[in-house]
């Protein structure tokens, strides 16, 4: 699992982009990937998978408001 913040999180079109903790890579992040409700500058934790939708974070957890 890889830590994380969350830039930007559309809630209605399920859609967002979360900066990794070392600052080195942004990942697309998309409702279905979505475990805890996010919105933006949430501290969280996600795995990055291969989709069809190119590389994303999935299973992403609030760990901080």
Known sequence: MKLGTVKFYD???G????????GYFELRVYAHGVVDQ???NNIVQFDVEQTKLG????????LSA
């Open 15 to 22: 859609f967002g982009f979360i900066t990794s903790s070392n």
């Open 55 to 62: 590389v994303e974070a999935v299973k992403v957890t609030v």
């Open 38 to 40: 996010i919105e933006s």
């Open 11 to 13: 809630k209605e079109k």
